[in-house]
């Protein structure tokens, strides 16, 4: 007999995100993702300026914080047919691959590693044998003895005044937690170095944006200036400044965060047979090197895998109305022509019909509409995006690059790369397109360097600021691979407003309920044979989900309980 447990909500992540799963024989049988609140900026763009839609949308989130934005102008880029000049392209890099850096790293530690860390087993830690181990690992300069002993004298100061802070909610003594205790206070350490260091990074959205979270963009290129000598712009020590947040950034993501991954990693390798889940994965591609439009030198490469075949890499394309379509049949809203239709974004509709039951609840009835959610597809396919699926594209490419990472990453922990099919892979996944960036970031500020020693200070496009010049209609795409996996922005422009602007994000891709056939998507499809040794206590659940790194604020906003509208913005 089966046994029905929630989650609700999943903490540790952005957004709300309830997961009921029914539990047989210590095994998931089935599990159901439901997004509990509504997001309807779509709506809030009708009407609006189109130049105007990259500061709504990157409000959005406050984690993704440039990625809606840049999605966003280059959707209105697409319609136009605006090129932006190549400083700009470089510029966005810059902020993207910074975006990366921290990203990641913040998922890894604060939002992920406790998942597999036990922070009250670091109590019986001993710490020169931590020292000892994370110098093995590394040569970060803060792995000492006494760096160890003082963190495990506060840690235990925390527990003994029953205040453990940051660390008070957890599974702690779980029988699915399997790291030493110098291990499990060394992942504790890095988790509160990682919160120092991340504050740094951002640092570059501030000099290239003005402010982090949500930077400044700028539909025809960025909207900021270069002047070596200038104290206003940016200038020679700005510039010189952001060379070294990216060598810092190198440095803490080589000896902290990636040694980490890898000495966790290796306590559980079971996990690399768990939560593989669909194996169909999506890539739009990203980080251009030779204008937007030259997809084949994208940084990371577009294209689809179905049924974990990496040798065959599909082509991708967003225009195209029967490949992208986005589903409601188990999802709170209607459609014009009927709830089992499906419709390419550029015809999407988001209207609300919230039928669910009002808290409080004990159970969503998942034979009907359970999510605020939609539903997208590929060539009818559930498919996955995010780290996992970026690494496998790249490597099903044939990338130099992607396979001399993976290759090397997995001999060290002597695996094959149908491990990458799991919880753990996704979570390794992270790391390893981490690296890749790095050095990405390396190459565009050098480039950019470059291009202003030899003249070049362009930053805009401004021959289409005038909207005179604007056709009177116009379809335009905007993609990006934001850190959680493939986003894109479909506009429609009608008489210089907006008559149409559809999201779709990683995370709906991911978390979204099933389709009309009843196929699940990714979260859903991971988590089924998922064991669960303590049902009061489902820390195998929270694995898998946060190696996806959810963030439901992209997918989902902005009514309350009874589903009443909260306020009403007019359009004038």
């Known amino acids: 007999m089966s046994q029905r447990i929630v989650i609700d909500p999943i903490t540790r992540i952005e957004g709300h995100l309830r997961i009921e799963a029914d539990i047989e024989d210590g095994k998931i049988k089935e599990a159901y993702s439901s997004g509990t609140m509504v997001r309807l900026i779509e709506r809030i763009l009708q009407g609006r300026d189109p130049r105007d839609a990259w500061g709504f949308v990157g409000r959005v989130c406050g984690v993704c914080t440039t990625v809606h934005s840049l999605a966003s102008c280059r959707s209105v880029e697409d319609a136009l047919g605006i090129t932006i000049p190549p400083n700009a392209e470089l510029v966005r890099n810059l902020m993207y691959c910074a975006q990366y850096m921290h990203d990641h790293t913040v998922h890894f530690y604060h939002l992920h590693a406790l998942d597999w860390v036990d922070v009250v087993s670091a109590l019986s830690a001993d710490p020169k044998k931590a020292a000892e181990i994370a110098q093995s690992l590394s040569n970060w300069p803060k792995n000492s003895p006494g760096y160890f002993s003082d963190l495990k004298k506060k840690l235990t100061g925390f527990v003994q005044s029953g205040q453990l802070g940051i660390f008070s909610n957890g599974y702690w003594g779980h029988p699915a937690y399997k790291l030493p205790p110098e291990v499990n206070l060394i992942g504790v350490a890095h988790y509160l170095d990682a919160l120092e260091w991340q504050k740094e ?28 000598d200038d104290v206003s712009v940016i200038n020679a020590e700005r510039l010189s400044y952001v060379g070294q947040l990216l060598k810092e950034g190198k440095q803490f993501i080589e000896q902290v965060y990636i040694p980490d991954l890898l000495a966790i990693a290796s306590f559980y390798p079971e996990w690399t047979k768990i939560g593989g889940g669909l194996g169909n994965y999506l890539v739009y591609g990203d980080l251009p090197t030779n204008g937007y439009g030259a ?28 490949e992208i379509k986005e589903y409601i049949a188990k999802s709170w809203y209607t459609y014009e022509g009927g709830d089992n239709e499906g419709l390419h974004p550029w015809k999407g ?4 019909n919230y039928t669910g039951p009002k808290p409080p609840y004990d159970h969503l009835n998942f034979d009907e509409k359970y999510s605020f959610l939609k539903t997208p597809r590929w060539k009818g396919n559930a498919m996955e995006v995010g780290p996992l699926a970026r690494m496998l594209v790249g490597y099903g490419h044939g990338r130099e690059d992607f396979k001399e990472v993976v290759d090397s990453t997995l001999s060290k922990l002597g695996l094959p790369i149908t491990a990458l099919f799991s919880t753990l892979g996704r979570t390794a996944a992270r790391g390893l397109e981490t690296l890749l960036v790095i050095e990405w ?58 008559k149409n602007y559809q999201l779709v994000v990683p995370t709906t891709w991911n978390a979204s309920p099933r389709d009309p056939l009843g196929k699940m998507s990714a979260y859903e499809s991971s988590l089924k044979d998922t064991p669960i040794a303590d049902e009061e206590q489902p820390l195998e659940i929270l694995r898998t989900v946060h190696s996806f790194d959810p963030c439901l604020a992209c997918a989902v906003h902005l009514y309350n309980e009874d589903g009443e509208q909260v306020s009403r913005v007019q359009v004038v």
């Open 201 to 228: 990074i951002v640092k570059i959205h501030a000099i290239f944006g003005g402010k982090n979270p949500h930077p400044n963009y700028l539909v025809g290129g960025m909207a900021c200036s270069i002047g070596l």
């Open 295 to 322: 997809a084949e030198s994208f940084k990371f490469p577009a294209g689809a895998i179905l049924d974990k075949n990496v040798g065959e890499v599909f082509d991708v394309d967003l225009r195209n109305d029967d």
């Open 349 to 352: 509709e988001t209207v609300l």
């Open 441 to 498: 970031a390396m190459e565009f500020y050098e480039q950019l360097l470059e291009n202003i020693r030899n003249g070049d200070t362009r930053m805009a496009d401004t021959s289409m600021f005038d909207n005179k010049n604007w056709p009177d209609y116009a379809e335009g795409v905007g993609f990006t691979e934001a850190p959680r996996g493939a986003l894109a922005h479909w506009c429609v422009i009608e008489d210089k407003k907006l």
